[in-house]
């Protein structure tokens, strides 16, 4: 699978972090006026990656991906995440997701410092500058 990304969403927050390539636009404020299905259509196509952070200390973190198309979504837990200036790609066992990508200076960098966040040690992360 291969995607054309517009635009980067990177939060990391108390609860976990998230990454999402998209080849839309947030929609923000107009959204309030769209309804269900006028949002869905226009998502289009996209990777988001996500970590839990765990409520308790003997708890596990949950590490998670889902795309716009439904096999491509579920626990991530043996993989491998390349990132360079132009590409982000996601290997899995059964495929791989290819985002094309054209980052801000900023968004490489914030990238480069939020994946290993998001992995933490639990799947091969290559950074290739």
């Known amino acids: ?32 006026e769209m309804s269900v299905q006028e949002i869905i259509d226009s998502t289009g196509e996209y990777l988001l990656i996500q970590r839990s952070y765990p409520d ?4 596990n973190d949950y590490i998670y991906f889902e795309t716009h198309n439904e096999e491509y979504v579920g626990e991530l ?32 960098s914030v990238l480069k410092k939020i994946l290993p966040i998001l992995t933490n040690k639990t799947g091969k992360l290559i950074i290739n500058d």
Do not use: H, W
């Not at 990391?12 to 636009?25: A, I, W």
């Not at 308790?56 to 708890?59: R, T, V």
């Open 56 to 59: 308790y200390e003997d708890e």
């Open 1 to 32: 699978m291969k995607i054309n990304c517009i635009e980067i969403s990177i939060n990391d927050e108390e609860l976990g972090c998230q990454v999402t390539f998209s080849e839309n636009k947030s929609l923000g404020e107009a959204a309030t």
């Open 77 to 108: 837990k043996d993989y491998e995440m390349v990132l360079s200036k132009k590409r982000f790609e996601l290997r899995l066992r059964n495929g791989k997701i290819e985002v094309l990508i054209n980052p801000t200076d900023k968004e490489y």
